[in-house]
């Protein structure tokens, strides 16, 4: 199930929800629209769903072991496989 992100459309506090938050929803439910706390209305941040959020930057053997296949730029058009 992925997880959006909403925050509140006017002002940041919320006490219920902090004024952000994720929640966990299925794909063909309809998009939130209000705090389903305080019923404030929310809109959603756009991010990359189900990816965590990561505080430095990805290096290469991190991408590799999160299953990814790096691509480095060798030229115009050309990239390696590493
Ligand atoms: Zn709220």
Redesign the pocket.
């Known amino acids: 199930m992925p997880i959006y992100e909403y925050e ?1 459309v006017e002002g940041e506090s ?1 006490r ?2 902090g ?1 952000h ?1 994720e929640l966990r929803r299925p794909m063909d439910r309809p998009e939130l629209t209000a ?1 389903p ?2 019923k ?1 209305p929310v809109r959603r941040v756009i991010s990359a769903p189900n990816t965590p959020r990561v505080a430095k930057p990805l290096s290469v053997s991190d991408a590799k072991k999160a299953g990814f296949s790096v691509l480095k730029r060798r030229d115009k058009g050309v990239y390696e496989k590493l």
Request: proline share 0%.
């Open positions: 509140l919320c219920a929800c004024g938050f705090c706390l305080c404030k």
